[in-house]
């Protein structure tokens, strides 16, 4: 995600006025998208059930495709902090509960957007996947060499590990099984950082 969006993430949490605004149009958002397909969707009926104008609108975002951007990313911002901390340093235990977390966002996801979620799938994908490899990033920089000797570079493990969450996690929401969040949380923990490691 560029700097540029992060910054105005950060501004529009700073004023009570956008961040109300903000979520009043990511909320007739959702709502629309339980409803109807993303391609069906416009401007002027996210506007209007938000009660706001178009102007508005377009003060806030650049089109229907900057708002699921945000609406992805702070979405899954959100959802991953109030479950994972951010106060803590690396650990097996950590990258586990991240897994599930993930794994229920994309199930919750999954289950109120089903209609909207086939055109907006490669833009959900690349949003979910750059979030998610952004804060795994974050995490692995401080790492050690030694605790993850089959990554030299902490990019690379961040890219590989964030798609491979991202591409169960879609997998596990929509086939489900006998497995839970952190069952399959579990499974996958084997493949990306075996006991030992």
């Known amino acids: 995600m560029s ?7 950060t501004e529009t949490r700073v004023d009570p006025r956008v961040r109300r ?8 958002f959702l709502g629309l998208m339980k409803e109807q397909s993303f391609r069906s969707i416009t401007i002027q009926g996210i506007a209007a059930r938000a009660g706001v104008n178009r102007a508005t609108f377009y003060s806030h975002f650049e ?15 959100e959802w ?4 994972v901390s951010s106060a803590d340093g690396f650990s097996r235990a950590r990258l586990r509960l991240l897994v599930a977390t993930v794994f229920e966002f994309l199930a919750e996801v999954d289950a109120h957007c089903a209609q909207a979620t086939q055109l907006i799938e490669p833009m959900f994908a690349s949003a979910v996947q750059q979030e998610l490899n952004t804060l795994l990033l974050s995490w692995l920089r401080p790492v050690p060499p030694e605790i993850l ?15 491979a969450i991202f591409g169960a996690g879609i997998k596990w929401s929509r086939e489900g099984g006998n497995l839970t969040a952190d069952e399959m ?13």
């Not at 991953?80 to 479950?83: A, L, Q």
């Not at 949380?185 to 490691?197: D, F, I, K, S």
């Open 80 to 83: 991953v902090s109030k479950r």
């Open 3 to 9: 700097i540029l969006v992060k910054e105005k993430r």
């Open 21 to 28: 605004t903000r979520k009043l149009l990511m909320e007739a």
């Open 149 to 163: 000797p089959a990554w030299h570079l902490p990019e690379t493990a961040a890219l590989v590990w964030s798609w």
């Open 63 to 77: 089109d229907k495709y900057d708002l699921l951007n945000a609406f992805v990313c702070e979405g899954f911002e």
């Open 185 to 197: 949380a579990a499974e996958l923990l084997e493949v990306l950082l075996p006991e030992g490691r």
